[in-house]
């Protein structure tokens, strides 16, 4: 078995206002290999993009980290103060961000910044950091690199910018890559060539990558494992095939049976009623329990913990308790095996 690149163990996140401290992020744990794709999808404020700003040390304040361990390579990281945290991040961390303006500087050519973060982070001259700076950006498939190199963010279209993006995360030679949305702003045919990307930088250089995304059909193609989270918590976690073909939350099988299938004609898609609820109104006991077709008694009272569950992933539900007679024979309404 390989060790662990990455190590979250039972994160807690919380925001304090004036009417109480809202809790995003509640007893997450999950770990990452080197050269794996870690899809983390769900809902918007399932709590995906602020475990990975968690991660990273780039939490918006008032926010902060209220409880858990985040291990990177056997080294404890959510402890350092912030003059080491930054020495983490971009040298052993790169991110990725959904806007790929953000994260470039409009009054910098391209050039500039990336010397300028290779140079940070690498004991490079300013000819070699140079050079490193062309070779990445021919590596992200950017087209005349040695000329482009000297353009600014503006003088490229929505796609070469995030694969500019992409070489300034790879600046460093970082071992972990947190994606956030990398792929949303961009066309189908843009996104496929940026998923390629992805990948082989996971096969060729053993980088892991932290995925965060609400499009399934980039899970199924990019990830190895997939994490489904749900008002905070993960609902479901496993290897992409499972999760996906044999869903054993319910909330997953809702998300599933909301995708449109090639080859299956179907006049209505299905759907999950309500809503995720409010950081200052989860409910008490399982957090998907108002919306559950299945829902017990005991789901609105007691909280589920993740368990191993028959399709071979770990599921947070009650159905899956071997303590309770005949719970693991239930169905759901799509009639997958819960």
């Given at each position: 078995m390989t060790a662990p690149l990455l190590e979250v163990r039972h994160l807690r996140v919380e925001f304090p206002t004036r009417?109480?401290?809202?809790?995003?992020?509640d007893d997450v744990s999950f770990s990452i290999a080197p050269g794996e794709v870690l899809g983390v999808v769900g809902e918007s404020g399932a709590g995906k993009s602020v475990t990975g700003a968690a991660i990273i040390g780039l939490l918006e304040p008032p926010g902060r980290l209220a409880g858990?361990?985040?291990w990177l390579s056997g080294r404890r990281i959510d402890t350092l103060d912030?003059?080491?945290l930054r020495k983490v991040r971009g040298r052993e961390i790169g991110a990725i961000f959904q806007d790929p303006l953000t994260s470039l500087n409009p009054l910098y050519t391209i050039g500039r910044q990336l010397?300028?973060?290779i140079q940070t982070h690498l004991q490079l001259?300013?000819?070699a950091a140079?050079?490193?700076a062309i070779s990445l950006l021919e590596s992200t498939g950017i087209p005349a690199a040695a000329q482009r190199i000297d353009h600014y963010p503006h003088q490229f279209s929505g796609g070469m910018r995030q694969r500019v993006v992409i070489a300034l995360a790879l600046a460093a030679q970082p071992r972990l890559i947190v994606a956030d949305e990398p792929t949303t702003a961009l066309?189908?045919?843009i996104q496929a060539q940026i998923i390629t990307l992805l990948k082989r930088l996971c096969h060729e250089q053993g980088t892991a990558v932290m995925l965060v995304t609400h499009d399934m059909g980039v899970i199924a193609e990019t990830a190895d494992r997939v994490a489904v989270m749900y008002a905070g918590r993960i609902a479901e976690i496993g290897p992409v095939a499972d999760v996906i073909h044999r869903p054993s939350h319910p909330y997953t099988v809702g998300l599933m049976g909301s995708i449109p299938a090639i080859g299956h004609d179907r006049e209505q898609l299905a759907q999950i009623d309500g809503a995720m609820p409010r950081l200052d109104a989860i409910p008490p006991g399982c957090a998907f329990n108002p919306r559950?077709?299945?829902v017990m008694p005991r789901c609105r009272t007691q909280r589920p913990e993740l368990v191993v569950a028959a399709s071979g992933s770990q599921a947070a539900c009650w159905l899956h308790d071997r303590s309770a007679p005949g719970a693991t024979r239930e169905t759901n309404e799509s009639g997958a095996r819960s």
């Open positions: 009417r109480g401290t809202l809790v995003a992020i858990g361990e985040i912030a003059h080491a010397i300028e973060t001259d300013q000819r140079h050079d490193r066309d189908v045919s559950c077709p299945s």
